[in-house]
């Protein structure tokens, strides 16, 4: 496996500068010395509940599509599913269903769409996950491009159903077994002093998880930032298998997505968002050239207006659009 070069002095300034400069409170990962991050932290709080830690749980939001995209991968891969499956095999009951196929959810283009309602309570299990996005989403009938969370709610459920187990101990079984178990839970898991708090006024932890628990597969993940780099170095960019299945499937459609990620180039990348709480990564596949970001104080325009620029820094280039 090919290691990306440590990130020079210059560059690690420029990026601890901005976390400063735009006042982020959080961290930034960057390669390090062989495949190890260096971490670039700004603390704008004394408040030790509140600041960004590398081994700490954190609130991933979208950056779990990725981790569904590729157990779902694993599955394809394994020929216990298949891209073309109609989603009718396991929804019989969702009208249009024969007309949408596991790859159209992968990249967002089943025509499905959440109706942005929010459970009274945290859900607990994920057998009332699957219950309440089965009652709160409609089948628009259109196939064109359309970012949903429903689409990968729907892919954590089938998971669930193919392997008859947790969706939960299936990825950490499978596509998580190497990383840190005490540093990887749902939101439904644990207490609210277990995870990093915002910094972010009026979000509350009941917020936060009960926006959280109606995600299954899409963002009830909790997990460290050092446990999504290493997933991301180590299971993601150094699988050129999986990168080029991935790659191939999104030409045809309006935005280079599918399993979790936009491709631009040779760069993935996602942003994360949940109440309080934004993160992002990108990644060359090539060169393995990776760059993350944990922050609990900013909101999600802010989260992409940063990581376009972070690109910038980082790769000496802007993002194409």
Request: charged share 20%.
């Amino acid at each position: 496996m090919v290691n990306a070069s440590q990130v020079d002095g210059k560059t690690k300034v420029e990026l601890q500068t901005y976390l400063q400069d735009h006042h982020i409170n959080g961290i930034i990962l960057v390669n390090g010395k062989r495949d190890q991050p260096v971490v670039l932290r700004n603390k704008l709080t004394t408040n030790p509940a509140q600041v960004v830690a590398p081994n700490a749980l954190f609130p991933i939001g979208s950056l779990q599509k990725l981790i569904t995209g590729v157990a779902v991968y694993q599955l394809v891969q394994k020929g216990k599913l298949k891209w073309e499956m109609p989603l009718s095999k396991y929804y019989p009951q969702i009208q249009g269903s024969d007309q949408i196929t596991l790859q159209q959810l992968m990249a967002h283009t089943s025509g499905l769409q959440n109706d942005g309602a929010l459970p009274k309570k945290t859900l607990n299990n994920e057998k009332s996950q699957e219950r309440f996005f089965l009652h709160h989403f409609k089948n628009t009938a259109s196939h064109d491009w359309n970012y949903q969370d429903i689409d990968f709610e729907m892919l954590g459920a089938i998971i669930r159903q193919r392997t008859h187990d947790d969706y939960y101990h299936f990825i950490k079984k499978t596509v998580l077994r190497s990383l840190n178990h005490q540093q990887l839970k749902m939101v439904y898991q644990v207490k609210p002093r277990q995870v990093l708090q915002t910094m972010q006024p009026g979000v509350t932890w009941r917020i936060l998880s009960q926006t959280a628990s109606s995600e299954i597969g899409a963002g009830d993940l909790l997990l460290s930032p050092l446990n999504y780099w290493k997933f991301i170095y180590h299971d993601v960019i150094s699988n050129p298998k999986l990168i080029k299945s991935f790659a191939n499937q999104p030409k045809s459609q309006r935005e280079a997505y599918f399993g979790g990620v936009y491709f631009q180039g040779t760069v993935i990348r996602a942003n994360g968002s949940e109440p309080g709480y934004n993160c992002c990564f990108f990644a060359d596949y090539k060169t393995k050239r990776t760059l993350m970001l944990f922050t609990n104080n900013i909101d999600y325009q802010t989260l992409r207006q940063t990581a376009e620029e972070l690109y910038e820094i980082y790769n000496g280039e802007q993002i194409q659009p």
